[in-house]
């Protein structure tokens, strides 16, 4: 499975973005698609993740109603969007895809980043 991230860039603190995740390959095999983010110097972090439904979605603790994540399964695409930003947001953002809840997330993008400013 290849993931392609777009949609990041450069925004004031309080704007929103969405961005987009799109899988190709054996798009069939994928269990559940997730995001997760990196900022300099900090280790990466769980931000969202979602089935193959798209029924079931789950979030790290840190959003708090901020993000909704989404998929299309038509267009195997996942999107994240992001309300509220804050310049604690900025970071690269990962998409990841899993093939079953027993494996670990082994199909990554090359992130796309977000850069909030005051």
């Known amino acids: 499975v290849r993931l392609v991230e777009s949609g990041g860039g450069l925004v004031q603190a309080g704007d929103s973005l969405r961005l987009s995740c799109e899988a190709s390959?054996?798009?069939?095999?994928?269990?559940?698609m997730a995001w997760f983010r990196q900022a300099p110097g900090k280790e990466r972090e769980f931000v969202a993740g979602?089935?193959?439904?798209?029924?079931?979605?789950w979030f790290g603790d840190f959003v708090r109603g901020r993000f909704t994540i989404t998929r299309d399964s038509a267009k195997s695409t996942v999107y994240l969007r992001l309300n509220d930003l804050k310049p604690e947001d900025t970071a690269i953002y990962y998409c990841?895809?899993?093939?079953?809840?027993?494996?670990?997330?082994?199909?990554w993008g090359q992130g796309t980043q977000v850069t909030v400013s005051l």
């Open positions: 979602v089935m193959r439904s798209g029924s079931n979605t």
């Open positions: 990841a895809a899993q093939n079953s809840p027993r494996d670990n997330w082994t199909s």
């Open positions: 390959g054996r798009t069939s095999s994928i269990y559940a």
